[in-house]
């Protein structure tokens, strides 16, 4: 669902609340090719009577569901909230600030020199630090040495490929 809807404003954040560690945590989703944001030890006010839970806000942050995700109203409830979402056509100034407001390299999985991964898109390149912005729409600069070697020389191929195309 999170790959199938997120153009159209769908966030996923997947909640643990277990206890689980880091490295288990990074285990599951790495096994599972999960994209979207992992809380760690999840607590709040609602009560979780089963495992898997799933809440659903629409986007003025009501909460819409609350229950298991293969319950039949589980997808309906969040296709007919992403129905309510406005979509309008845009205006040709606002195709030119879209264009423009582009990832200088789409959402992926990097690997920094530790082994650790992050799924994020890379918006900017300033000297030595890379700027992602992750699923959840947080930005995060992070030093481009500390990437892997492959990462690092995508990134420097995407720079110069948008040099070109900006001359």
């Not at 986007?59 to 229950?67: E, L, Q, T």
């Not at 319950?71 to 423009?100: C, G, N, R, Y």
């Amino acid at each position: 669902m999170d790959k199938e809807f997120r153009e159209k404003g769908l966030v996923i954040i997947g909640a643990e609340s277990q206890g689980s560690t880091k490295k288990e945590i990074e285990k599951v989703t790495e096994n599972a090719k999960v994209e979207y944001t992992i809380t760690e030890g999840a607590d709040g006010p609602l009560q979780i009577r089963g495992l898997p839970t799933a809440l659903v806000f629409d986007a003025s942050g009501k909460m819409i569901f609350n229950g298991h995700p293969r319950d039949k109203q589980f997808e309906k409830t969040i296709k007919d909230a992403l129905k309510e979402v406005k979509s309008v056509a845009p205006t040709k100034s606002e195709e030119k600030t879209k264009k423009t407001n582009q990832p200088l390299i789409a959402q992926r999985r990097w690997t920094n020199t530790d082994g650790k991964t992050i799924t994020a898109s890379v918006t900017e390149v300033n000297g030595d630090e890379v700027f992602f912005k992750l699923h959840n729409l947080k930005s995060v600069k992070y030093p481009l040495n500390k990437l892997s070697e492959s990462d690092q020389e995508m990134i420097k191929k995407a720079i110069e490929e948008d040099r070109k195309e900006t001359e």
